[in-house]
């Protein structure tokens, strides 16, 4: 497990993120004796690698994580990374720190070829027109490996001996020991003016953010950053730009979708330091992190970023201020509800620390809102209506309660993105009079007979609670018969008294373009999951609550594009899960059944398998191929 602390680390946040990534599942708890206990309980048995990476305070260890993390002689291990010397000292002062070298020139040699020809094979030499340049400019990042990468993502988009030569000529520049800003500096520069924008956006988010793709590029559509192209959608095109940065090493990628496309990134702490300069010198966006920094107070950018104690600084929002970011708010929720900020386009609220209900109040005088997100909370829609901001594209709900939500909120044409949580009330369903041609994902939304507006552009839908047969054989198939771009379904029938085999949509089978299929629900104990069930070119299924008699494995195992498999919570009635043979593809695996103790796969089954996560207490039987997964 690997961790990335930053300086504005909270233990509290710290302990739970352990737990989580260790149970699949965040902590209800915020107590930090109890995190502590729950952690040691969990690793207690286990045998662990932890590695906290970017570590700033040196007592981390002696007053949190020694409790934590128990040594039980098992050759457990904890790899701690940090800048400060005296960080290494206090938390092992016996053990002599491991102090990483600057690159030979070699190895700078190879990092740069590596990352400027990323379409080498290995062991494939440099051509030789290139090797004497190669080394020059290698020379010129001293040995710095995120210099000689960035350096290396320029050269990537260059194509010819010409152009890295003149690559070389910009970098005559003195040695005062700034080779690393200069680089990142000649890269910003080397950008078109529409990706430099993107690549500023990324000040936006806290250090050590992981940042969802997904609503990152949202939130670039929303700012109108992308240039427009033929049979391409907005979002296309920003997914694109965020590939741009990765291929010149500007952002990191965390983690792909089973698709390939980017699931979360990342960015370097100088990088970010960095476009944070570059923002404010741009007056692009201001960044407030510490309540005694008074620089930037005037209200004179466009966009505004609060990243520790949002309440403290609402007052330096000022009248131009296009998008706000309001991060770790502890108090009270300072919602944007003055005439001054009537230009908000951008509105993301994030990492709340609310209890009870928040009452939305003044957000509908928001008249040119584009994109609005807010992070864990109940929220009580009952002052205000939502179907006055006509210029919403994005509505972010995903991890909140919505109360008294208006249904003129569904006569917004401009929507693309609407996600809700699973409890969003029975009775705020879609009109089937909305016309909502331009959105793209609709999650979770309750399901009824009447909820059959016009979705002619959906790719990804969520739906709940389908409790009438008649759905079942005639309004499901209405609606996903006009989804012609539909790659993914979301379907629960968890509070349905309806079984799965009879909620599930007959007609799937059918659907060439559906790639990713979750099902939460609970399957009559006499079904056997058959392979035909299923579209032909998923690569992607959940399975939640399944409660199946039989064993699904042998069945799932003839799904021939299958990349990711997730069975959650129950999935299977018995005690053992056997993978026979098949799942020719398979990448990714992930196993939470409680019920379950044994789960074995068969020699020269799964040869592909990369990623592999199991929760609780159930025994892996793996073949010799697969053993380092699980080891």
């Not at 890295?164 to 800003?181: A, F, N």
């Not at 009447?450 to 005639?474: A, M």
Request: proline content about 6%; some cysteine; overall charge neutral.
């Amino acid at each position: 497990m690997m961790l990335s602390v930053s300086q504005q680390f909270s233990p509290t946040d710290l302990l739970r993120k352990m737990l989580t990534k260790l149970k699949g599942s965040e902590p209800i708890t915020r107590d930090i004796g109890d995190l502590i206990s729950e952690l040691n309980s969990l690793l207690s048995s286990e045998r662990y690698l932890i590695i906290l990476d970017d570590v700033w305070v040196a007592d981390l260890w002696n007053q949190y994580l020694k409790y934590a993390l128990p040594d039980v002689g098992n050759k457990s291990r904890v790899l701690m990374t940090s800048r400060l010397i005296e960080v290494a000292q206090s938390a092992d002062p016996i053990m002599e720190p491991y102090e990483l070298k600057f690159l030979s020139e070699e190895d700078s040699r190879n990092l740069l070829i590596k990352k400027a020809l990323p379409y080498k094979k290995a062991g494939e030499k440099c051509p030789d027109d290139l090797y004497e340049l190669v080394a020059a400019l290698s020379m010129k990042c001293k040995g710095l490996p995120l210099a000689l990468i960035v350096l290396g993502g320029i050269l990537s988009t260059k194509d010819s001996y010409p152009a890295w030569e003149k690559v070389l000529r910009t970098m005559d520049w003195p040695s005062d020991g700034k080779d690393c800003i200069n680089v990142l500096a000649m890269s910003y520069e080397d950008m078109s003016y529409y990706l430099k924008a993107c690549f500023l956006y990324l000040a936006s988010f806290p250090e050590d953010s992981e940042i969802s793709a997904r609503c990152l590029i949202r939130m670039w559509v929303a700012e109108g950053f992308t240039p427009q192209q033929v049979r391409k959608t907005k979002e296309e095109i920003a997914e694109d730009c965020l590939e741009q940065l990765f291929q010149r090493s500007m952002v990191q990628v965390s983690s792909r979708h089973v698709d390939g496309s980017i699931k979360y990134c990342r960015v370097h702490d100088l990088l970010r330091d960095f476009a944070m300069y570059q923002a404010g010198k741009e007056t692009f966006l201001t960044v407030f992190t510490n309540p005694r920094d008074t620089n930037h107070r005037d209200g004179a950018t466009r966009r505004v970023s609060l990243q520790s104690c949002a309440h403290q600084f609402m007052e330096y929002v000022g009248p131009k201020t296009r998008s706000l970011f309001l991060f770790h708010l502890k108090s009270g929720l300072p919602l944007p509800k003055h005439p001054e900020f009537r230009l908000l386009r951008i509105l993301e609220i994030g990492n709340g620390g609310w209890h009870g209900v928040i009452k939305l109040r003044g957000i509908d005088s928001l008249i040119h809102l584009k994109y609005f997100g807010i992070s864990p909370s109940v929220i009580d829609m009952s002052e205000c209506s939502l179907g006055r901001l006509k210029n919403l594209e994005t509505l972010d709900f995903r991890n909140s309660e919505v109360l008294n939500l208006t249904t003129d909120f569904w006569t917004i044409i401009t929507l693309r993105h609407v996600l809700f949580a699973w409890f969003l009330p029975e009775e705020q369903e879609v009109p089937s009079t909305a016309d909502l041609r331009n959105l793209q994902t609709l999650e979770w939304i309750p399901f009824n007979n009447k909820t059959i507006p016009r979705l002619t552009n959906l790719r990804r839908l969520g739906l709940r609670n389908i409790s009438t047969e008649w759905d079942v054989d005639h309004a499901v198939p209405h609606l996903l018969g006009g989804l012609p771009s539909l790659i993914s379904l979301k379907i629960s029938s968890r509070k349905s008294n309806l079984p799965m085999e009879i909620v599930y949509p007959r007609a799937l089978p059918n659907y060439q373009n559906l790639q990713i299929l979750d099902l939460t629900g609970k399957w009559s104990e006499s079904v056997t999951l058959k392979a035909s069930l299923f579209p032909p070119h998923l690569i992607k299924l959940s399975l939640w609550s399944s409660k199946l008699g039989q064993d699904p494995m042998p069945e799932l195992g003839k799904l021939n594009n299958l990349k990711k498999l997730v069975l959650f919570d129950d999935v299977y009635d018995g005690k053992q899960m056997i993978c026979p043979a098949g799942f020719p593809v398979l990448q990714s695996l992930i196993v939470r059944c409680y019920d379950v103790m044994v789960f074995t796969v068969a020699k020269g089954v799964m040869p592909k398998l990369k990623d592999l996560k199991k929760f609780g207490t159930i025994m892996l039987e793996m073949p010799p191929e697969l053993m380092h997964l699980i080891q």
